[in-house]
């Protein structure tokens, strides 16, 4: 009976390990190529099986994609369960950056996997992507939670703003973080804690931003309305989701109508990206023709880019839909974003010189800047619940301000 009970042992952690394997072979194929555009024989060749073995073990490849998405949901869940031991509000933060900051030192060093990022949680079918949803609304909960439990409907506004930028920068540092050695990733992680803590604003900045005239605000061509429709479909339904027929019946115009702009899908999403980082450029010009401080071109420039994504009449295309493009271009559409991202820092560093925005880490500074704009899509149901001006306000004093000031929620 022992040797019995010692062979079940052995098979259960055989069978452990090679699931485990095969859902770390396919979080790389998602992070790489979507979780539509994986398959099974790509995933077998990761680890070496043929694909009735994997078959043995997640009968279809939809299985397979809620099973990796389900382990970083879980992934997130830990590491939000430990952060949320400690005492305060900020300890909890800073907890939290500290835990994924390890696990990407880990991963640089080869000690871990990749987890599956969520990109394409809304492409999912059915029941499946209820399930997955459900969990990702514990995840954003428990975020939440981390700046305690709150109940006037200000502080719960403001609390849910936090949550969104604090998660939105955890799974934007994959595309920054690189470009640094990993044993400078405990430095990375004070800086930006530092920047969660203090915001960016200098000792008598206030928030009186001026609504800047953007170059596409001159008139819509067809299009770009197309691109428009595009932009907002894959935002809500991911890459894969929003089908060339579906963004076509968005427009009530033909298939064919589509192939009269662009040559391909992938050639949709570029151009959405073009579109979008055209119109952030055209925001920092704007602001920096407007003139005044530097703290008031940037809050200028974020209040009307956040008021674009809360808008009906704009959309920037959220870097969810990256994983759906090829790697050369996805590379260059994250080197237009950095390029980006380095003008807002010279603003930050110029602001810091005439004393009107705190000194920070501006490179770091600058790329969570770029998820908060980009991340503000997602909260365009939570802005229809107040005022306009209010729901930017709030929402850009997370970085702003930083994620522990209450100052704007008397506004």
């Not at 050695?181 to 009186?208: I, N």
């Not at 820092?345 to 969570?368: H, K």
């Not at 149901?381 to 997370?398: D, F, I, P, Q």
Request: a neutral charge; aromatic letters at 8%; proline letters at 2%.
């Amino acid at each position: 009976m022992g040797d019995l009970r010692t062979d079940d042992a052995t098979a259960t952690r055989r069978f452990r390990e090679k699931r485990e394997a095969i859902l770390a072979a396919a979080a790389d194929a998602i992070n790489e190529q979507s979780a539509k555009g994986m398959t099974f024989a790509d995933v077998a060749r990761r680890v070496g099986l043929n694909t009735t073995s994997v078959t043995y073990y997640f009968k279809r490849k939809e299985d397979l994609a809620a099973a990796a998405f389900e382990h970083t949901l879980d992934y997130l869940l830990a590491m939000l369960d430990e952060a949320s031991a400690e005492a305060a509000p900020p300890e909890r933060v800073e907890r939290l950056i500290t835990l994924n900051l390890a696990r990407l030192a880990r991963i640089e060093r080869g000690e871990e996997r990749a987890f599956a990022v969520l990109s394409d949680l809304r492409a999912m079918d059915g029941p499946v992507r209820a399930r997955l949803m459900a969990r990702w609304r514990e995840v954003f909960r428990r975020t939440r939670a981390l700046w305690g439990e709150q109940r006037a409907r200000g502080a719960v506004d403001l609390a849910g703003a936090r949550a969104h930028v604090l998660l939105e920068n955890l799974f934007w540092l994959p595309a920054w973080l690189p470009r640094y050695d990993a044993d400078q990733y405990p430095r990375a992680a004070e800086r930006l804690m530092d920047l969660f803590r203090h915001g960016l604003a200098g000792a008598d900045a206030r928030w009186s931003p001026r609504q800047l005239t953007l170059e596409q605000d001159d008139g819509m061509s067809g299009r770009d309305a197309f691109l428009l429709a595009a932009t907002r479909l894959i935002n809500e339904l991911g890459y894969r989701g929003a089908s060339v027929q579906r963004i076509a019946s968005e427009l009530n115009v033909t298939k064919g109508s589509f192939y009269h702009h662009l040559d391909a899908k992938d050639d949709l999403v570029a151009a959405c990206y073009r579109r979008s980082f055209d119109t952030i450029a055209a925001a920092q010009r704007s602001a920096d023709a407007r003139g005044g401080t530097h703290w008031q071109r940037l809050c200028d420039a974020v209040a009307t880019l956040v008021g674009v994504q809360f808008s009906d009449s704009g959309s920037l295309l959220r870097t969810t839909a990256l994983s759906g493009l090829p790697p050369g271009e996805r590379q260059q559409m994250v080197d237009r974003s950095t390029r980006i991202a380095r003008r807002f820092a010279g603003t930050l560093m110029d602001g810091a010189a005439e004393g009107t925005i705190r000194p920070v880490d501006s490179l770091i500074a600058s790329q969570a800047l770029m998820a908060l704009l980009n991340a503000a899509f997602d909260m365009r149901k939570w802005a229809s619940t107040m005022a306009h001006e209010r729901a930017v306000g709030l929402y850009a004093s997370t970085l702003l301000f930083g994620m522990f000031d209450d100052r704007l929620l008397g506004e």
